[in-house]
């Protein structure tokens, strides 16, 4: 079993940064693609930004040129840098991976606990 671990988020305020970490822990896995999803109130989950085991990555229009995802697969952690925070930003952001153990080849999904991330205006 594989599990996710978050860190990183808090309040702060607009136009100010905040680096995202997700550290994924467990035996024998192997992850492929990690990503950010967040969660505002009264809204749906909704994609952010995500990244493939090779560093192939893809955001959402509205974070475009503003966030960064990255990855260290040595460590099997994957990052979220964001700058220029606007309060649309405020949610509780999830980190995602597919992974699979190394004697199947079906990836599952895990998801971590969630981080709530405030940008006051």
């Known amino acids: 079993q594989v599990q996710l671990v978050e860190s990183g988020g808090g309040l702060v305020q607009a136009g100010g940064s905040l680096r995202l970490s997700c550290a994924a822990s467990?035996?024998?896995?192997?992850?492929?693609?990690m990503g950010w999803y967040r969660q505002a109130p009264g809204k749906q989950r909704e994609l952010v930004a995500r990244?493939?085991?090779?560093?192939?990555?893809n955001y959402a229009d509205s974070v475009k040129g503003r966030f960064t995802i990255s990855r260290d697969n040595a460590k099997n952690t994957v990052y979220l840098q964001m700058n220029s925070l606007e309060p649309e930003d405020t949610a509780v952001y999830y980190c995602?991976?597919?992974?699979?153990?190394?004697?199947?080849?079906?990836?599952?999904?895990?998801w971590g606990q969630g981080t709530l991330i405030t940008v006051s205006s």
């Open positions: 995602n991976a597919d992974w699979r153990t190394i004697t199947d080849y079906r990836y599952l999904e895990v």
């Open positions: 990244i493939t085991m090779g560093g192939s990555t």
């Open positions: 467990g035996s024998a896995f192997v992850i492929n693609t």
